[in-house]
Nanobody
Framework: QVQLVESGGRLVQAGDSLRLSCAAS????????LGWFRQAPGKEREFVSS????????YYADSVKGRFTISRDNAKNMVYLQMNSLKPEDTAVYYC????????????????WGQGTQVTVSS
């Protein structure tokens, strides 16, 4: 069992940077792949980024590649999403998710989800 709590979301201006954090509890965290997803109003949830359990593999959606960086600290049970050059289209609720399987861009492969944190980017 893994519990996830996201934080760091807030209102920012276009071009700003923001770092989201996800605190995890549970013994199996260090063996879980983790992902970030987001959902904008009226849209389906979409994949943002994922990271393997060791941190050696990272994956990004094309829309955020080169702007966002995912990382994890297994000693602290934390996963982060550094977001640079934010755009209004990045506005969404961002969710952290964990899976005992491989890092994936498919939301249905994740077993545990946080409650989300709101990111709003003004133009």
């Amino acid at each position: 069992q893994v519990q996830l709590v996201e934080s760091g979301g807030r209102l920012v201006q276009a071009g700003d940077s923001l770092r989201l954090s996800c605190a995890a509890s549970g013994r199996s965290f260090s063996r879980c792949a983790l992902g970030w997803f987001r959902q904008a109003p009226g849209k389906e949830r979409e994949f943002v980024s994922s990271i393997s359990w060791s941190g050696s593999g990272t994956y990004y959606a094309d829309s955020v590649k080169g702007r966002f960086t995912i990382s994890r600290d297994n000693a602290k049970n934390m996963v982060y999403l550094q977001m640079n050059s934010l755009k209004p289209e990045d506005t969404a609720v961002y969710y952290c998710a964990a899976t005992a399987g491989r890092a994936s861009e498919r939301g249905y492969e994740y077993d545990y989800w946080g409650q989300g944190t709101q990111v709003t980017v003004s133009s």
